[in-house]
């Protein structure tokens, strides 16, 4: 009788201490200071041969915040974004999902270094699931894509949502020179792997001979399976003034 008297309390009084611990990691989480020490722990965490930096960094690990500077560095690869806002909710994690209300960049750098690799090297896709499920709906102002090749566009956005089953991009739109593009798309994230992606521009140039303005309104998709080493995609894509 006595043990089980002693068994109980030990029990009661580990549930105490978890319920503690618990609601001490809730409060921090809450913490206008949680989302800069969990960005210097994650770090930590990262894989061999990847790092992560951030400064000016305020906000709560539950509700989001802002990011002044943030870049990720594999190798060759460097990602830099500055000025973010994030806002998101931990409850949809109780369901499995990510889900993020908003997520807005002033400035994305892709740093792209990288020794081009052989085709016949590529190992081919096979799998894109997640853990979780995802919800983003992002805007970035202005991206910049350096390296072995260069480019620069503004008025990125879209939604992108990952569902369990198929990795999806809604209402996606960006502007390059002179074009301004429309995007959506879905891939399986298994075999076969199903890609579909529809592009719709309207590009403004003047002809040389007149200097006069022209209005070009483009159309393409891009469909067919990612997986294996046989995969083929079929591209159509049309021109009409």
């Known amino acids: 009788m006595k043990a089980l008297r002693v068994f109980l309390y030990l029990m009661a009084a ?3 201490l978890a319920l503690t611990l618990t609601g ?5 989480t809450g913490t206008g200071t949680s989302l800069a020490t969990a960005l210097g722990q994650l770090q930590r ?3 061999a041969g990847q790092t992560l930096e951030a400064q000016e960094v305020t906000g709560s690990v539950r509700d989001g915040g802002t990011i002044g500077w943030l870049r990720w560095q594999q190798g060759e690869l460097r990602i830099e974004v500055r000025d973010v806002t994030i806002a998101w ?3 949809p994690l109780l369901g499995g999902e990510f889900r993020l209300g908003q997520v807005h960049a002033k400035y994305l750098q892709v740093d792209d270094r990288r020794a081009p690799v052989e085709p016949g090297a590529r190992v081919p896709f096979t799998d894109l699931g997640l853990p979780l499920k995802v919800d983003v ?7 910049e894509w350096t390296g ?3 480019l620069k566009a503004t008025g990125l956005a879209g939604h992108y949502v ?5 990795h999806r991009l809604d209402g996606g739109q960006v502007r390059i020179s ?3 593009y429309q995007i959506k798309g879905s891939l399986q994230a298994h075999a076969p792997m199903a890609l579909a992606v529809q592009v719709d521009g309207t590009v403004e140039a003047t002809l040389p001979s007149t200097q006069k303005p022209v209005r070009v309104q483009a159309h393409a998709t891009l469909t067919g399976p990612l997986a294996g080493r046989d995969a083929v995609l079929a591209l159509q894509a049309t021109l009409a003034r």
């Open 148 to 150: 072995s090749a260069s």
């Open 45 to 47: 965490w990262l894989p």
């Open 178 to 180: 002179s074009g301004s």
């Open 24 to 28: 001490a990691l809730w409060t921090w």
């Open 89 to 91: 909710s931990l409850r």
């Open 137 to 143: 709906p992002f805007t970035v102002d202005a991206v």
């Open 162 to 166: 990952f569902d369990s089953t198929s």
């Open 14 to 16: 580990a549930l105490v």
